[in-house]
């Protein structure tokens, strides 16, 4: 998990304390299937909810390639201040892959925040 993501986001709307922690990793015990995690902490008076769109990416000499996309996953952020998603993907051969990460949150139904291509680091099978 790349810790090194943490950041504040600014937004041409409104300014919020936030970090995003995004990881990625493949089982042990099977080396073809992907763990995507997003992980983001704000305050819950700040923001209620998070529209994410996250993207499983293949390396190759061209450069990365979407494999897999989850679009508008609502993420509700708890009462701890936690918004969490968690995907797990099987992919069909070996190389080098990375996910990447847009989203907006939300506090209502106004847009309170957004941030683009937060990405993790990238790991082979």
């Keep these: 998990i790349d810790k090194n993501i943490d950041e504040m986001i600014n937004s041409p709307r409104y300014s919020i304390p936030m970090s995003i922690l995004v990881g990625f990793a493949f089982k042990s015990d ?3 299937v992907a763990t995507s995690i997003v992980d983001i902490s704000a305050e ?3 923001v209620d909810y998070f529209i994410l769109r996250v993207v499983l990416e293949k ?3 061209s450069g990365y390639s979407p494999i897999k996309t989850w679009r508008d996953v ?3 952020v708890d009462e701890d ?3 969490y998603f968690n995907r797990k993907y099987a992919v069909n051969s070996h190389g080098s892959y990375r996910i990447r990460v847009s989203g907006e949150g939300y506090k209502g139904s106004k847009c309170v925040v957004t941030f683009s291509d937060k990405t993790s680091k990238t790991l082979a099978c």
Excluded: Q, R
């Design 30 to 32: 099977d080396p073809y």
């Design 74 to 76: 609502k993420v509700t």
């Design 44 to 46: 819950k008076e700040d």
């Design 59 to 61: 390396y190759s000499s």
């Design 81 to 83: 201040g936690t918004a």
